[in-house]
């Protein structure tokens, strides 16, 4: 099966901070079309991972590689790994006041496809997506995410995957304090964003929005490695014993 | 004589009445004589005193032709526990020069205490230097509590070294003319705050100069005046916080909320903020005015005067200054506050 | 003012249009010869002369002001200071000399008019070349003229508000606009009419080396309403130019009135402009102001706010790049009880540009119950420009409500990595947060200024930002 995402013994440490290592040797190998899932306890590394995979300006690589779709992206500038098909899901996302979301929205469509969207076209998909994820469509005109609830941010997110069609999408907490709704919202923009040539990497704490979804493969990640993988049973344990039998 | 005091640096036009301020006084003679007292555990502390004939200056633009000079350091480490007080209570027309030079070596910590106190006319002219050494702290209290005539003049400069943090608190409640003049230089990870309360009757006038400059890296600049106008007395605040080239991911802040508490008072602002780097986080806040009608009207419904409402939210803006203070501190500035709203 | 078609179809810059016209008369230097020489060619009154030498004289005694940007460099005698197109003012576009048309047809001016105007004016150097205003206005009573014609036509008027708001001596560059005011607009609007759309004024210097006076006096009578654009722009060249105008404003009972700018001169252009306004009971003036060019800027338009009620708000964006030192703000004077004024002013610097924000609030001791509130935002491109704040506030009076605000600070590394995680590159990212942050500014113009005034912060970014 094609590797769309692989990772080779990674190791980061923070911009601010150089004395503190993060990931510590790191190895994921994410095929084309399967979900996978990252569980770890707080302050294992999840969202440096996400981050790092992105090129976080916080964060800095000290050894391994990054490959996607078979290239290198070690250091690779941020818009270029999303122009190449990669997509965050933030755990908390930017506002940015002045802005309204369908001008970011468009502008974001055209960097991506490097063409003007097609306005009809485009405005439909906008209007369907959003409905999908119950978004009410007047939000098109409002400031990007300024005065949004936690909730809606998050849908705004997953808007933009599902407008964006990213080979590789990476949810990075996207579940973290919605409640049962809208985490149902949330798996709903997974299925429909789902098919056979993408991948989904999640990155999450709990297993709630693990329940209505089909994932291939469960990664465990404590003190930056990945120490524990299976499928998606290996979810159901943590659930059910936390994660001490991997805390040395 | 005729004085032009506090004038800043780059002045801006003339109309705005802010450039400096033009005072007339005889020119106060000193007598060499008159001296502070020193309390606290001194013996960890070097002190030096002498009179000297020669002038003193300051950037208050202030000259006298003779002045007492204390020098005192705090040497390498030490660690002095309690304040060090410094304090005079002038006799009737009693005039003071004095310079105080503070130098905190590494990693050194010490408080002071400078309180004025006079029945009547008295004039204070204390210039202060102080050099805080690499990690050094300090807390500098300067209280006026100066007779209803007097002239209170303060002026410090200051130069904060790396990773050292220092603490200048005005609490200005006395005389009839007050003008201080800071002049911070704030360097690579250090923290140099200025904390100002004041309430002018009568027909007194205020004039606050401050230039405090983010120098270098990761410095944090941060002022925050909180004061009050009643009768005839006049206000002029020039605060100014410069962000030199080279100081990123610098701090600086200003904050000035003055209660007008009479409708013959006039209050003067100009808190600048100049800016020669690009990453850095300036803010500045000013507000002025009167006290909401519905905060009035919410107190008034549970008991209190109009009077004594008033005064409970001044006291509650005064509070941001006062909460840091030492407790004795803290009561005879609200015996103070009390006496002159009476 | 051009309008979108213009800029998407067009990569040159429009506003850079230069003209030969050997047939020009240019006068230099500074005498009373000159003046009397204007006045005569405009057929003036004499007590228009009158006050044309009484300022002259007041010029020469008036010092540079001791503040702000340094002018000493500056070589008035340099300056042309009165140039004289060879066509007189016309009604029609048609009858405009062509040479001159095409300038104003590059910047969209006829078409604005066709379809967004009440009426508009165009100014060439120091002569207005048109003025039309719609019929169904003219019947109104409203009054729309270049200023030389409202002297000539309506003497009793403009004497009694002429130099009553902006005054001969109030500083040297005023006295010198006195002396040699030529061209700009005269509007007089009756009592309780009503415009629905903008008259528009556009003023445009193409000849090098030269200054331009205009003088612009608008009176908004009892409950009238206007909207009133004005626009300036100039070709660059190597000489200095000068621009010394002045706008004297007159809201007065109940009368509302919204004077919009877009300031895009050259940047070798001296721009010393005074505006001011009165306000009278339960009037409005709304000032918005978008300055983009010229090498020096010191304008701080003055209301006062004279009636009960009376209100101001005030909106201004700047935008300093390379060698431009741009010294804008305001001042505001509350004289009476119940005003309130309201001010945003954002300001961006890059590539070493500065821009100072300068201001004087002042709230007199009548002016009870009186609301201020003000704000003011600066964004620093880099390390190599220069972002002032300098407010002056005074307080007179105890029942008043005060607040202002100012920050200053640069893009978030984060706001632009989340954009570039977008897609998009650094450039784009920092284009797209500059007009976010200009986003509430550019609302408060009608909607083809407001892509004028995109146009423009992107004609600035281009080089160092997309």
Redesign the interface.
Known sequence: MKKLLEIKHLNTIAEDDPSKQILKGLDLVIPEGEVHVIMGPNGSGKSTLANTIFSSPRYLITDGEIYFDGCDITHEKTDKIAKMGVFMSFQTPEEIPGIRLAQFLKTAKHSMTGEKPNLYSFTKEVEKNMEELGMKYEYVNREFNVGFSGGEKKKNEILQMLLLQPKLAILDETDSGLDVDAIRTVSRGIELYKNEHNSVLIITHSTKILESLKVDKVHVLVDGKIVASGDSSLASTIEKNGYQDYIK | MKYRLNALP?????????NDISLEFPKPKYHMEGDLQIEGDLSSIVIEREFLGKKLTSKMGFEVDSYQEIRITIPKGVHVAKPIVLSHHFSSREVLFTKIILTYLEDSSCDFTFTFSSDDTSFLYLVEEAHLGVGAEGNVLFSNFLGDTSYCFYAQENVVEEGAKLTHTLLDLGGSVRLYHGFGRTLASSMNQLRVLYLGDKESTLDFHFYYQNEEKHSTNSILVEGALKDSSCKNFRGTID?L??C?SSVGEENEN?I????T??????????????????????????I?QDTLFYLMSRGLSEKEAYHVILMGNFSRILKDLPEEVVSQVIDKIEEMLA | MAKKDVFSSSQENIYDTKTNHPTLQKEYGFTEEIVKKISKDKEEPDWVLEIRLKALKKFYELED????PDLSFFDLSQIATYVKPVSGEVRKWEDVPEEIRNVFDKLGIPDAEKEALAGSGAQFDSQIVYHNLTEEFQKKGVIYTSFDEGIRKYPDLVKKYFTKAVPIFDHKYIALHYAFFSGGSFVYIPKGARLDRPLQSYFRLNAPGAGQFEHTLIIVDEGAELQFIEGCSAPGYNELNLHAGCVELFVLKNAYLRFSTIENWSKNMLNLNTKKCFVEEGGKIEWIMGSFGSKISMLYPLSVLNGVGAKCEFTNISFAGAGQNLDTGLKIIHNAPLTSSLVHSKSISKDGGICTF?S?ALVR?NAKNSQLSLSCE?L????E??????????????????????????ISDQTIYYLMTRGLSEEEAKGLIVRGFAEPIAKAFPVEYAVEMNRLIDLELEGSIG
């Open positions: 780059v002045p801006t036009t003339n109309h705005f009445h802010i962000f080239k080279g990123s003055c007008l508490l009479s409708d008072c006039r209050s003067r602002s100009l808190p600048q903020m100049l800016c020669h780097e690009e990453d850095v986080v300036g803010t500045h806040g000013v507000s002025s005015g009167h909401s | 002001p001791s503040w702000g300068r004087h001791k600066s620093m491109l880099d390390s420009s220069r972002s002032d704040t300098i407010p002056v506030n005074t307080l007179e009076t105890e029942n008043v409500t005060f607040s202002h605000e100012a920050k200053i600070g640069k």
